[in-house]
Nanobody, 122 residues
Framework: VQLQASGGGSVQPGGSLRLSCAASGFVLDYYTIHWWRQAPGKEREGVSCISGISGNTYDADSVKGRFTISRDNAKNSVYLQMNSLKPEDTAVYYC????????????????WGQGTQVTVSS
């Protein structure tokens, strides 16, 4: 079982990035996937989540209207489209999966990707 996060990079404020989380060894279809991020010296923060049961999505207030989470079951992948990026979005972004509904408790997530760095700077 493996999650591979990719798509990070360095962009200027106002720019966009699309993160991908590809699963191998299991089928993502009915799992809940949550993107998290952690900036240096800060606690891990939940960013966006898509429920495997309902397909409902949930976004942190800090990214609402700017980030969009989506899934492509045919590609066994989940994406995070990030627009209007701000310097405060700079962090390592991780994808994680669990059964059941979205949760703000990171300990409930069974598998984690390795993280991809996003840097927003002018």
């Amino acid at each position: 079982v493996q999650l591979q996060a990719s798509g990070g990079g360095s962009v200027q404020p106002g720019g966009s990035l699309r993160l991908s989380c590809a699963a191998s060894g299991f089928v993502l279809d009915y799992y809940t996937i949550h993107w998290w991020r952690q900036a240096p010296g800060k606690e891990r923060e939940g960013v966006s989540c898509i429920s495997g049961i309902s397909g409902n999505t949930y976004d942190a207030d800090s990214v609402k209207g700017r980030f969009t989470i989506s899934r492509d079951n045919a590609k066994n992948s989940v994406y995070l489209q990030m627009n209007s990026l701000k310097p405060e979005d700079t962090a390592v972004y991780y994808c994680a999966v669990k059964e059941g509904s979205c949760s703000a408790n990171a300990n409930e997530y069974n598998y984690w990707g390795q993280g991809t760095q996003v840097t927003v700077s002018s």
